[in-house]
């Protein structure tokens, strides 16, 4: 069972970065998939996170709302974060997760399977 993500890397505030993350040896397509986030020092976060199908109900915390979009690709078993306008306060780990429902949920403790993680570094 694998979550690999990519994409991180070192941006200027205002740039923007584009995060996949590429699933094998689960079930994909059934379940939600989620983007969370831990800066330094804090907690785990949610991010965004995507229904069952291509195109289903999306969720994102108002902290990226209209700066942020969750999509994915279940022929690819990949789900993307295309993250637009950064700020530093953006700086973080960046993980997806799959969910244990088809409907995606800002609480980590219904993901059941994780990647290891992306740094996404934005300088001011």
């Known amino acids: 069972v694998q979550l690999q993500a990519s994409g991180g890397g070192l941006v200027q505030a205002g740039g923007f970065l584009r995060l996949s993350c590429a699933a094998s040896g689960l079930t994909f397509s059934a379940y939600a998939m989620g983007w969370f986030r831990q800066a330094p020092g804090k907690e785990r976060e949610f991010v965004a996170g995507?229904?069952?199908?291509?195109?289903?109900?999306?969720s994102y915390s108002p902290s990226v709302k209209g700066r942020f979009t969750i999509s994915r690709d279940n022929a690819k078993n990949t789900v993307y974060l295309q993250m637009n306008s950064l700020k530093p306060e953006d700086t973080a780990v960046h993980y997806c997760?799959?969910?244990?429902?088809?409907?995606?949920?800002?609480?980590?403790?219904?993901?059941?399977?994780w990647g290891q993680g992306t740094l996404v570094t934005v300088s001011s």
């Open positions: 995507i229904g069952e199908r291509s195109g289903g109900s999306t």
């Open positions: 997760a799959r969910c244990k429902y088809s409907l995606p949920s800002n609480s980590p403790g219904e993901y059941d399977y």
